[in-house]
């Protein structure tokens, strides 16, 4: 975009475009009928073009129809009037005032006009009684493969980095509400580098060990008591048992569920390096309507028994 | 150069002429009745095929807003694209081994250009009369009668050609809901749109085009001579019998011989305005009018029909008989048409036959690699595209091979709802050792449960982390 913005270019485009389309027409015009020269001799009834090769070689002429030739001038007025209609010459704006942008505009109406009733009608449902409606749970498992699918995987079993959103286990909370605003607002979480603050790598390894205690997973029971002591920096976060705290987001360390990994070495980089996490808001992306829905069917995944995704459901929607 | 030639002589050449209006006189003769057999069924199955109804819905509909093509008991989806693909290459075969055998039949009897510029000269000849009071007609100053018959015409015209729009918009969309909306005007824009455009297209070819779309716009009368030969059938004068032309019109006393009485009814005849004893040329359309014509004059002066006639160049210079044009056909360019046409006419049979209502596609989720669960397990996620193309709901088991102890976790029976598509969430375990490092193949099969069994394999790649 930035590479034409000076004033300059505009009437060369204009000039261009114009004198090309007025060229066309005294093309059209001038080949329009021909004055040849008769050879001595020459029947001027004999139909030819006057074009002759190879000394005796001519052209006869084999003419179109009139109307073709009044098409040629049709596409030259046509031209005109779309280049007074539309944008095209240069930076003029054309009459209509059309945009791409707004052509853009008119068709998220339309769909937000065709299908918003359909998500308003949940939107007015509480969250529990939205997961509990199969053709809500169809949309919603629609949505989430198109929206949430990349980062948290088709069957919502995360990835490294990326929450697991078919455990029991929440970062910032469970609740069909809390769900909610995660998806409208987004999340945030940081956990800050720590390694000068525990001071050494042997310090941090056994806060690690320490950390891998709390959830009864395999660890050095001795480094984990030396560790124990320092991990009062964390408990500001973690809580005093390692419980964590959703109202910040600081996750669980005495369960068995990691989000970066559970081996002694990856806690002990998360320690060091720290790590900083986003989720992102999709409040203006989707629409509050699509969250709720969203919302609702995420909920679900995590209380509903047997499979994560039901692959059954009892009513189709995609045809 | 002499002072007499000082100053040469120059002439105008225009390179654009105003069309020469063309009045085909009505004929009547075999090749009439065989082109007027071809028109009542070529239009009986455009405009009666929407009509007809199969297990409760329309039985033919191209239904594009849902990407659903109803053919009979077939349901074509987009994937199924190749099919119109071969059913084109089918056509094309077919023109070229028509055009090779017999020339121009297809433009003669059955091209759509011909058949309705035949309808629309029928209701013109009806309302204005014969040749010869068109003509008149057309010198005229205009006057009531003129008015009333040109307005005549045009309404006739315009009838036909709104019907005929209709019957074309009734393929894309239900054909009763649209009677139903258009009994009472209240089509979708885009119904009136093409329902007007296909009309004002058959009303402006059939109409006022005419002949010039198959001189000036038509590609297959350009290119049919590299599938002509000197033993296709063509339309064509015994120029050897026929010339030097006399115009006595009285009883031949030859019947075998007679030569050509110059009477120009094979020129009046014909609906692009040549002269067929020029010889062969691109304007003839072989719809044998003049066929018809000149055997009905060679009738009627006691000479023996045939001085214009269906037969090939080779026959015509060499003279040769009936049988020696049909034992040409078996020639090398027909045949190697033919057994090309077979081949891919079975194959397309036989692949639409053992066409399976099913379809599936594996699309690998590219979050993850391969993630380690319970037991050293190694997991992936897929999404099964899976589309029930049939017209039944039906219960299918998933299931998955390629590597030992390979097995879908969770859930593996669904059920699909008549010509649903559904994306499927599965995950999919290797137990630990199990496979190599990297990548492995693996297929998913979709079985169906109930009816006719129909399954699907599909490929695809299981990742194990190193």
Known sequence: ????????????????????????????????????TLEPGQDPADNTTGHVWDDDL???????????????????????????????????????????SSAYQAELKKADADYGPMFNKYLHQDLKTVAADP???????????????????????????????????????????TIKTTIMEGRHGVMPPMGAA?????????????????????????????????????????????????????????????????????????????????????????????????????????????????????????? | MSASESSPKTAVVRMYQARQQIYPRDVSGRYATLRWACVWLTQLVFYGMPWLRWNGRQAVLFDLAARKFYLFGIVLWPQDFIYLAVLLIICAFSLFLFTAIAGRVWCGYACPQTVYTKIFLWIESRIEGPRSSRMRLDRQAWSLDKLLRKSGKHLAWGVVALWTGFTFVGYFTSIHDLAREASVLGLGSWEWFWVLFYGFATYGNAGWMREQVCKYMCPYARFQSAM????????????????????????????????????????????TGIDIRAGLQYMCIGCAACVDACNMVMDKIGARRGL???????????????????????????????????????????????????????????????REVEDGMVENVYRLQAINADEMPHRYRISVAGID??????????????????????????????????????????????????????????????
């Open chain 1, 58 to 100: 001519g052209e006869l002429n084999n003419p179109l129809p009139r109307w073709w030739m009044w098409l040629f001038y049709l596409t030259i007025v046509f031209a005109l009037v779309y280049l007074v209609l539309y944008p095209g010459l240069g930076s003029f704006a054309g009459q209509l005032g059309w945009k791409s």
């Open chain 2, 405 to 466: 102890g390979v097995a879908l976790s969770g859930e593996s029976e669904i059920t699909l709802a008549a010509t649903e598509t559904r994306l499927i969430p599965v995950r999919v375990r290797v137990p630990h050792g199990q496979g190599r490092p990297g990548s492995n193949s693996i297929s998913f099969r979709l079985q169906e449960l109930d009816g006719a069994r129909a399954q699907v394999n599909e490929k695809a790649v299981f990742y194990i982390p190193r």
């Open chain 2, 308 to 370: 214009i006639r269906y037969s090939t160049e080779h026959a015509i210079e060499e003279n040769l008989p009936a049988a020696a044009i049909l034992r040409r056909i078996f020639r090398p360019r027909v045949l190697i048409y033919s057994s090309a046409l077979l081949v891919i006419v079975s194959v397309f049979l036989g692949s639409l036959i053992l066409r399976v209502p099913l379809k599936v596609d594996v699309i690998r989720d590219r979050g993850s690699m391969g």
């Open chain 1, 198 to 319: 525990l001071g050494g790598d042997k310090d941090v390894e056994n806060v690690a060990n320490y950390v891998l205690s709390l959830s009864g997973s395999t660890h050095d029971p001795i480094k984990a008591i030396f560790g124990k002591p320092k991990f009062t920096v964390c408990m500001g976060c973690h809580g005093s048992g390692g419980t964590g705290n959703q109202a910040i987001g600081a996750p669980n360390l005495s369960d068995k569920i990691w989000l970066y990994g559970g081996s002694v070495d990856t806690i002990m980089e998360t320690i060091r390096k720290g790590r900083d996490n986003t989720m992102p808001s999709f409040k203006d992306f989707l629409g509050e309507p699509k969250v709720h829905v969203l919302a609702a069917y995420v909920w679900s995944l995590s209380n509903h028994p047997g499979s994560a995704v039901a692959l059954d459901r009892p009513t189709a929607t995609s045809q």
């Open chain 2, 228 to 271: 002509f030969d000197r033993d296709s059938l063509i339309v064509t004068y015994d120029a050897a019998r026929g010339e030097p032309r006399s115009n006595s019109f009285r009883k031949t006393p030859e019947p075998a011989s007679s030569p050509c009485i110059d009477c120009s009814m094979c020129v009046q005849v014909c609906p």
């Open chain 1, 1 to 36: 975009m930035s590479d034409f913005t000076d004033g300059f270019w505009s009437p060369y485009i204009t000039v261009l475009t114009i004198l090309s389309i007025f060229g066309c027409g005294v093309l059209l015009w001038m080949q329009g009928s021909r004055r040849v």
């Open chain 1, 135 to 177: 053709q809500a749970h169809a949309i919603g498992e629609r949505l989430f493969l198109t929206y949430c699918a990349q980062c948290h995987g088709s069957d919502a079993r995360g990835n490294k980095g990326f929450p697991n959103l078919t455990d029991q286990d929440w970062l910032h909370g469970g609740a069909p509400e």
